[in-house]
């Protein structure tokens, strides 16, 4: 798969029309507090993350610096991000019930890079979003409750999620 990718990578560069073509990466740390009316969290069950950019464009003025031309790109955009999880109300010695809950939340971010390219580009150049997505991610629930009496020992609850969401963003700037 990784010498598709790079193949993919390589026809975008090559394009007549592109001028540069990057990837950026951007890690978020989230952590959610689950508050009443919210239950701690027994499990995760899953997330889901979807990216959307708001805004790609050429940041700054463009200049030429030995045989190369130099400027900024600045990448808006967020993650919308659903967790939906097992919570624990009901136990006897041996089971659990409870319910399955959704938290989602929306998380803002920016990129701002250093774009060096050996054609001539300006602030007007258009930057187009090839991809943005989340290529990683990394949960630990923190926080851990107390076990109540009548609960199973392995019934434990935790009020706090940390998520590091690793975004992947391909971009390539043309002229406009």
Do not use: H
Not at 73 to 92: C, E, H, K, P, W
């Amino acid at each position: 798969m990784d010498s598709n990718k790079n193949s993919i990578e390589s026809k975008i560069s090559q394009a007549s029309d592109t001028i540069y073509y990057g990837e950026y990466e951007k890690l978020i740390v989230n952590i959610l507090t689950m508050k009443k009316p919210n239950y701690p969290i027994l499990a995760i069950d899953n997330t889901s993350n979807i990216v959307t950019i708001t805004d790609a464009k050429i940041d700054s003025p463009v200049r030429q610096v030995s045989e190369n031309w130099k400027g900024s790109i600045l990448l808006d955009g967020y993650v919308d991000n659903t967790i939906t999880y097992r919570t624990a109300s009901n136990t006897s010695s041996s089971t659990i019930s409870g319910n399955i809950n959704f938290l989602s939340t929306r998380i803002y971010f920016q990129i701002k890079s250093t774009v060096i390219s050996s054609s001539k580009f300006s602030k007007k150049s258009k930057v187009e979003v090839i991809s943005a997505y989340v290529e990683n991610e990394k949960r630990d629930l923190l926080d851990k409750n107390p076990i109540p009496e009548n609960y199973p020992t392995w019934a434990i609850t935790y009020n706090k999620l940390s998520q590091k969401i690793l975004v992947k963003i391909q971009v390539k700037v043309i002229d406009s």
